[in-house]
């Protein structure tokens, strides 16, 4: 385990978001009553990290900041007066915290303790992408098992979770990629329909599954893919947008509105927290934290770096056609740990 604590931070954001970032060593404050020292065990990098370092999120933290959204850590040490958390719990950082950093010292008050002997990567990605696919899925149309839905960059992590929970619900999902050589990775998280985008996407679509009534349309593409999708959906149904991959805006025909009563709307994490009450905001957390330690929701890793490594790690999570996440174990490899 890595001894001098070290923390990857940002004095200012660019374009380049690798070459904003860099690994500082740092001393550890002295701990308080009522805080908890934590070893980080791992922390995913997420497109919305590279866009807070570009500038280009929608949520940025003051300057210099440490990078990193999520994660999981082992206590180490205990403040007093801290009850519940014993030294060696796995618990969920909180959001927002800086999590690309060996050590964090935290209040120990709302701390969420997490099952042992789960792999610390898996869980680590527990707090951004799997509820927004549970919600996505949830929240908008009133699906029952073997209804349809339809998203596209279906091999990214937000996409396999949907895909996961999806299929526990029964319900049937069509997923759209931009490339072939994606297909077979999204066939072994357990998708059955998969098809590349294209401009004649209604048709490969018909071709794969029939002519089904598809009720609910998910696009983190933006561009003509939000029209693809649009032309795919029934009379009347909706189309949730959550992200801007290709960087273009959501490019669509008021005919789709017009004639076709499809409903446009948007979904994001942030507000969702805001807005939940906190007996939702523990179910949805608890139904995947349950699922993540039964193994019955998981996520494909590219890659694992260390704090050193933090410029090629944001590198690799900024560039397209990966085949999974980019994780950062800032104590070194975590998957042994608990
Ligand atoms: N609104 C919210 O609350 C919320 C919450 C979580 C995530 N998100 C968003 O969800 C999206 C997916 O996140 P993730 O962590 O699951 O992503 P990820 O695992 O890092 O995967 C990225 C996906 O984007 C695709 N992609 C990359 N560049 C693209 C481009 N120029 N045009 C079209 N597709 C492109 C990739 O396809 P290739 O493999 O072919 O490159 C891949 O499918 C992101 O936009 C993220 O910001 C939103």
Redesign the pocket.
């Known amino acids: 385990m890595t001894t001098q604590p070290k923390k990857a931070q940002y004095e200012q954001r660019g374009p380049v978001p690798q070459d904003v970032i860099h690994a500082v060593d740092f001393e550890l404050p002295p701990l308080q009553a009522g805080q908890v020292r934590v070893a980080v065990l791992a922390a995913?990098i997420?497109?919305?990290d590279v866009?807070t370092l570009t500038g280009e999120y929608g949520l940025l933290p003051p300057l210099p900041a440490v990078g990193g959204n999520e994660g999981v850590g082992r206590i180490l040490e205990v403040g007093d007066g801290v009850t519940g958390l014993p030294a060696g719990t796995v618990v969920l950082l909180p959001v927002g915290c800086g999590t690309w950093t060996t050590h964090l010292t935290l209040p120990a008050k709302g701390l969420v303790p997490l099952p042992s002997g789960v792999d610390p990567v898996q869980l680590s990605m527990l707090t951004?992408?799997p509820p927004?696919a549970l919600l996505m899925l949830t929240e908008f149309v009133d699906l029952q098992p073997g209804d349809w839905v339809i998203q596209?960059?279906?091999?990214?992590?937000?996409?396999?979770y949907l895909v996961q929970l999806a299929k526990l619900r029964g319900i049937n999902t069509i997923n759209v990629?931009?490339?072939a050589s994606?297909i077979e990775a999204v066939k072994a998280s357990g998708a059955e329909h998969v098809v590349v985008d294209a401009e004649d996407l209604p048709k490969r679509v018909r071709e794969l599954v029939g002519d089904v009534p598809v009720k609910l349309a998910i696009d983190?593409?933006g561009?003509v893919?939000t029209e693809n999708l649009a032309r795919c959906l029934v009379e009347g149904g909706t189309l949730v947008n959550?992200?801007?991959?290709?960087?273009e805006r959501c490019m669509i025909s008021p005919r789709y509105f017009v004639f076709r009563d499809i409903v446009l709307r948007?979904?994001?994490?942030?507000q969702?927290f805001k807005k939940a009450a906190p007996d939702k905001r523990m179910a949805v957390f608890g139904e995947i934290a349950g699922l993540i330690a039964e193994g019955k929701l998981q996520?494909r890793i590219q890659a694992s770096y260390g704090l050193d490594d933090i410029r090629e790690a944001v590198a690799a999570?900024a560039s397209?056609?990966?085949d999974?996440?980019i994780v950062i174990e800032p104590n070194g490899p975590s998957r042994a740990a608990i």
């Not at 596209?152 to 396999?160: E, Q, R, W, Y």
């Not at 948007?266 to 942030?270: A, I, N, Q, T």
């Open positions: 995913p997420n497109p919305s866009l951004v992408n927004t596209n960059a279906a091999n990214s992590a937000v996409g396999g990629v931009r490339r994606a983190c593409v561009g893919s959550y992200g801007a991959m290709s960087g948007g979904f994001w994490l942030s969702w996520a999570a397209g056609a990966r999974g996440k």
